[in-house]
Nanobody
Framework: QVQLVESGGGLVQAGGSLRLSCAASGPAGSSYAMGWFRQAPGKEREFVAAISRSGDNNYYADSMKGRFTISRDSAKNAVYLQMNSLKPEDTAVYYC?????????????????WGQGTQVTVSS
């Protein structure tokens, strides 16, 4: 029903920036709370940022607050993650996520749809 496709990952030096994009395809008129998660090798999938269906409410994990910004363009069914001041610890596969009902997409168990992920590598 819903397909999420991430793009924008790559290799950057510490202190650099990247902007990730997520293109969502689904039924016309559908609205989803969206989020970003990441997973590094050997670690659990970790919440990064979330945005409400209206785009007026954002939420960030503490380690990302002040460095990352989530936004959405509802007309284009797109979600973005602007990542600044990147650190080697940010290296991970980043996943776009969508939640059909309820609140923000913050917990993995409440996510209904996942993208395939895009690799972000930050060198020191």
């Amino acid at each position: 029903q819903v397909q999420l496709v991430e793009s924008g990952g790559g290799l950057v030096q510490a202190g650099g920036s990247l902007r990730l994009s997520c293109a969502a395809s689904g039924p016309a008129g559908s609205s989803y709370a969206m989020g970003w998660f990441r997973q590094a090798p050997g670690k659990e999938r970790e919440f990064v940022a979330a945005i409400s269906r209206s785009g007026d409410n954002n939420y960030y994990a503490d380690s990302m607050k002040g460095r990352f910004t989530i936004s959405r363009d509802s007309a284009k069914n797109a979600v973005y993650l602007q990542m600044n001041s990147l650190k080697p610890e940010d290296t991970a596969v980043y996943y776009c996520a969508a939640r059909r009902f309820g609140g923000l997409a913050i917990r993995s168990k409440e996510v209904d749809y996942w993208g395939q992920g895009t690799q972000v590598t930050v060198s020191s």
